[in-house]
Structures are given as structure tokens and as C-alpha cells.
């Protein structure tokens, strides 16, 4: 089995698969990561519980995140600058994994409040686009849900070519009440179904 790469590097920016291994201080980089951006995150993402924002917490949910790596079961790479791989910056998850004659999968993204408006996040999900529809990850379809407020989402998505399929109302529990989502998929031109699944 061919697996997706634990470090992509773009022209500004490492991303990097979760690493456990206390001397890669992983735990504490995804703690400050999440307690900079609570307020900036809260309208769009489930708010995380009060006590899972913690090292031991973050330090479980990066074992869990390396074994689903491993096995190819959902990818996430956190985003650092290239210059500071020890201060995160973002996160793109591949997650919800459908094989079969679906060969698809969510995408999740998010950025720091101090990196919006450079350009990372395209950046960042080019690159993430790219190992998704090679041949280790080897999807057909990535799917997004964004909210309709999130006018920079929006537009990145647009940018990357994704396809708006519609709304979905009352599609996640966020920020205190049930919110639509625009849908928004991308498929993999390059894409050759097996003989079988």
C-alpha cells in the first residue's frame, strides 16, 4: 500500500502530518494553535470542549490522527511557515473516507486569524488537492460544507475550481443553532476507476 506523504512543502509553508513523539511538539504547537483562534473560529467550526484544548487531550487526538494516517483511513496536516515548523498556522483535513464506487472524501480547512489574506490557504489546499487525487491517496471527489457567511471561503473554493452543488439548510450545529452549508465538490479529472473495488 502506498501511503500520502507526512511532509509536503510548498513555496511558503511545511505541512505536516500529526507526529505524536513528544520531541516533535506537535501538542503544543496545536494547543496554541486552537487557544489564538478560539473567537476567530467560533462562527464557523463546533467549538471544541472546554477541556479538549489541553496537552494530554491534544496529545491523544494526535495518536489517533498518525494511526488513521497510517492506516489511510483520514489525513491531516497541519500547516506551519516554512521557516517555523514549530508554530502552526492551519490544518487541511481529508476525512470521512468513502471507498467503493464513491472513492470520495470531506475537506476541512482552517486558518489562523494572523494569516488571512496571503494567499496560504490556496496555497496550502493545491498542494493537498494534488496528493489527494495522486495515486497514494488516489481519490475521485473532495466535498466541502461552507457556511454562506464565509465570503473568503467561498471565493477560495471558487478559486481552486470547486463546483457549488446547492445549500444544504441546517446541515451542522455550529455556534449555537443548526447552519446551512453551500456544498461544494471537486473532481479528479486524472481519475482511473480499478477493475474492481
Same mark, same amino acid.
Given at each position: 500500500?502506498?501511503?500520502?506523504?507526512? #511532509?509536503?512543502?510548498?513555496?511558503?509553508?511545511?505541512?505536516?502530518?500529526?507526529?505524536?513523539?513528544?520531541?516533535?511538539?506537535?501538542? #503544543?504547537?496545536?494547543?496554541d494553535f486552537f487557544a489564538r483562534n478560539r473567537a476567530h473560529f467560533a462562527p464557523w467550526d463546533p467549538p471544541l470542549p472546554p477541556d479538549d484544548n489541553t496537552p494530554a487531550a491534544?496529545?491523544? #487526538?494526535?495518536?489517533?490522527?498518525?494511526?488513521?494516517?497510517?492506516?489511510?483511513?483520514?489525513?491531516?496536516?497541519?500547516?506551519?511557515?516554512?521557516?517555523?515548523?514549530?508554530?502552526?498556522?492551519?490544518?487541511?483535513?481529508?476525512?470521512?473516507?468513502?471507498?467503493?464506487?464513491?472513492?470520495?472524501?470531506?475537506?476541512?480547512?482552517?486558518?489562523?486569524?494572523?494569516?488571512?489574506? #496571503?494567499?496560504?490557504?490556496?496555497?496550502?489546499?493545491?498542494?493537498?488537492?494534488?496528493?489527494?487525487?495522486?495515486?497514494?491517496?488516489?481519490?475521485?471527489?473532495?466535498?466541502?460544507?461552507?457556511?454562506?457567511?464565509?465570503?473568503?471561503?467561498?471565493?477560495?473554493?471558487?478559486?481552486?475550481?470547486?463546483?457549488?452543488?446547492?445549500?444544504?439548510?441546517?446541515?451542522?450545529?455550529i455556534d449555537g443553532a443548526w447552519r446551512d452549508h453551500r456544498i461544494f465538490s471537486l473532481s479528479n479529472p486524472?481519475?482511473?476507476?480499478?477493475?474492481?473495488?
Amino acid at each position: 500500500m502506498t501511503v500520502a506523504r507526512h #511532509r509536503i512543502t510548498t513555496a511558503r509553508l511545511q505541512l505536516l502530518a500529526p507526529d505524536p513523539a513528544p520531541a516533535a511538539g506537535q501538542a #503544543r504547537a496545536v494547543v496554541d494553535f486552537f487557544a489564538r483562534n478560539r473567537a476567530h473560529f467560533a462562527p464557523w467550526d463546533p467549538p471544541l470542549p472546554p477541556d479538549d484544548n489541553t496537552p494530554a487531550a491534544v496529545q491523544g #487526538r494526535l495518536v489517533t490522527g498518525a494511526a488513521a494516517f497510517a492506516a489511510s483511513q483520514a489525513w491531516r496536516w497541519w500547516l506551519a511557515p516554512a521557516d517555523a515548523p514549530q508554530r502552526f498556522i492551519g490544518s487541511v483535513s481529508l476525512s470521512n473516507l468513502a471507498r467503493g464506487p464513491s472513492q470520495s472524501c470531506s475537506l476541512g480547512y482552517s486558518l489562523d486569524a494572523s494569516a488571512q489574506g #496571503r494567499g496560504l490557504m490556496h496555497e496550502a489546499l493545491e498542494a493537498v488537492i494534488a496528493e489527494a487525487f495522486a495515486p497514494a491517496i488516489n481519490l475521485h471527489r473532495l466535498q466541502a460544507g461552507v457556511r454562506p457567511e464565509n465570503t473568503r471561503s467561498l471565493a477560495l473554493l471558487a478559486r481552486l475550481g470547486f463546483v457549488d452543488e446547492g445549500l444544504a439548510r441546517n446541515y451542522l450545529y455550529i455556534d449555537g443553532a443548526w447552519r446551512d452549508h453551500r456544498i461544494f465538490s471537486l473532481s479528479n479529472p486524472a481519475f482511473v476507476a480499478p477493475p474492481h473495488w
